[in-house]
């Protein structure tokens, strides 16, 4: 499986998931304020270098950078709509040279030849399989600063629980909860999440990452099932 095949519906109709974040049914107000506050603590504002994996239509990270510019931004998505919409949420950036790439994730983050201060990527990498999670941090470990950053928002799993328990309970959570969705999107979304999301134990995260030289990790904020991790080479930022 590849993270362009499991971003499908996302890539066809860009609108879903605006519309998901628009109800904050994923909790992106309360965690894109902790990211903005993660931003705020760089000592490098205005000279960082931000690269955005599954960048979508930047909506909630661009605020942040707003608050704190990096020196460069590129993100990298699938969705051609979503893009398109980017440009306009970040078209303001102070000083900021904004880079926009149709593209999967995972490839650009191994084929870049550039050296990231942050990588940020926002409910995107539990769409790889294990494996390519693995090859995702070791991508991240070539081509991140030695001060730098990875922030990364996803879902996660619970220790030892398994994937068929995690599903049981997002999806009672989605049709129970998230009552704006029409109810054929909504099951859209119920069939994308099924068949496409593999999220990992924190633990997991943690050794995939150390494997690739990012030994420092934290989890920042949790709303559920959804959590803002950050991963440095040592050091991490009194939060």
Known sequence: MTSAESTT??????SLYDLITEHNYMFHREIYAGVGRLLSLRDDSGRYRLLDLGCG??????PCLRQSPPALYEGVDLSEAALIEARGYLADLPGSAVTLTQGDLLEAV???GETWDVI?????????????????????????????????VDVVREENQSRETY???????MR???IKVPPDQLEEACTHVHDHDYPEYFSTLQQMAAAAGL????????YGQHQTLLFARSALPDI
């Open 167 to 173: 599903l049981d309970g997002y999806l009672k959570c």
């Open 9 to 14: 519906i996302f890539t066809r109709s860009w």
């Open 215 to 222: 030994q420092a990790s934290r989890i920042v904020n949790q």
């Open 57 to 62: 239509n930047a909506r909630y990270l661009a």
């Open 176 to 178: 129970d909860n998230w």
């Open 110 to 112: 191994e084929a870049t």
């Open 120 to 152: 940020f990527t926002g409910f995107a990498v539990h769409h790889l399989s294990s494996a390519d999670k693995a090859r995702f941090f070791q991508a991240v470990g070539s081509c991140l600063a030695e001060n730098g950053w990875l922030i990364l």
